[in-house]
């Protein structure tokens, strides 16, 4: 291998522009060699940016021998086709969430990664926030207690995507899944990375956007796997900035991060701290926090190949995620049951 590796960008739509800023931001250590979308002009428009390759078709692409890593950016129900076939390309593998929409498919491209010996991750941005790093600092030190409460929300407007039916969003041989399919992997992933994961999941969703094939809001509620419970909130027709909030209520203590608001991470200490204390470490950044979180996944996923390492998203993550996400569809079908997450590891 180079000291660069060469990149091949695969779907060039509103998610690479944080992609790319990655690639920017990782500087000489990678090489983008060839990017491939289905309109020739928008593949033109990044080949001539990067004076490189320019494909309508993936596979083309895949035979390049340049090519020695694929960042992955297509619908959902493209990812178990094209980063299979990445894979067994003998290419390295960056591939947007969920990485696949079922766990029987990540479960194949874990194994066809391992088989192949090739880097395989998941483009999972939460553990690459500042606030959720600030908040895994306090649980490592126990600030707040034994765990007892957890709440999260996504919420955003995704009305328009939504509504136009030429697009992918809203309909299901796109997307497969609405909000819980598309928002939900990041709660979990999450819930996994900072307490363990959950235990099992009692589930609603609603379509509110008539045009749309698939659920845009949804609420699940359950246990954590360590007992404590918690509740995710997920919108895709708030019409407000693209925001996540994360309560975490402890015996001692409670956090709350809210990346739209003036603090992002407070911490409280009991019924009478009525203005709390700010984690002053993380800065408010309404328009770019969540592109900062990509674009720094991507600089992981290229030094993990550069340094030999793992990246830091392990894809097993990304199948736990799937597990739950597919307990949550299940417990909608059975009228918001509680339904066990599955655990099974390949």
């Known amino acids: 291998m180079s000291s660069a590796v060469g ?60 090519v ?12 178990h086709e094209v980063a299979g076939a990445a894979l067994r390309a003998k290419k ?53 207690g034994e765990l007892q409460v957890v709440r999260a929300s996504i919420s955003g407007t995704e009305v328009e995507r939504l509504r136009d039916t030429t697009l992918w969003k809203g309909r299901r041989d796109g997307t497969v899944g609405g909000a819980i399919m598309d928002a939900g992997p990041h709660s979990f992933y999450l819930f996994k990375w900072l307490f363990g994961g959950i235990a099992d999941v009692s589930a609603q ?6 045009e749309s094939e ?62 709390g204390t700010p984690i002053a470490r993380v800065n408010r950044d309404v328009a770019w926090w969540k592109g900062a979180s990509i674009a720094a996944g991507v600089v992981d996923f290229v030094t993990a190949i550069g340094d030999g390492r793992p990246p830091s998203v392990d894809p097993v993550d990304g199948l736990l995620a799937m597990h739950a996400v597919e307990a949550a569809y299940q417990s909608v079908a059975d009228g918001g049951r509680p339904v066990a997450v599955e655990a099974d590891l390949p």
């Open 7 to 66: 990149m091949g960008l695969i779907g060039l739509g509103t998610i690479s522009f944080a992609h790319m800023e990655g690639y920017r931001i990782a500087g000489d250590a990678v090489d983008i060699v060839a990017a491939c979308d289905t309109d020739p002009a928008t593949a033109k428009h990044v080949a001539d940016h990067y004076s490189c390759s320019s494909y309508t078709d993936y596979r083309e692409l895949l035979a390049n021998p340049a």
């Open 68 to 79: 020695e890593a694929v960042d992955i950016m297509l619908p959902h129900s493209l990812h």
């Open 92 to 144: 390295h593998v960056l591939v947007e969430k969920p990485m696949a929409p079922s766990s029987a498919e990540c479960r194949d491209l874990i194994e066809v990664a391992r088989a192949n010996d090739r880097t395989f991750t998941v483009a999972e941005n939460t553990p690459f926030v500042d606030a959720y790093k600030a908040v895994e600092k306090l649980m490592e030190a126990g600030e707040l």
């Open 205 to 210: 969703s609603w379509k509110l956007v008539a």
């Open 214 to 275: 698939v659920e845009d809001n949804a609420v699940m509620t359950g246990r954590l796997a360590n007992g404590a419970v918690y509740s995710v909130d997920l919108s895709f027709t708030a019409e407000v900035p693209w925001g996540e909030r994360l309560e975490i209520h402890g015996s001692e203590a409670s956090v709350i991060v809210d990346q739209l608001a003036d603090r992002p991470v407070v911490v409280y200490r009991g019924s009478f701290d009525f203005d």
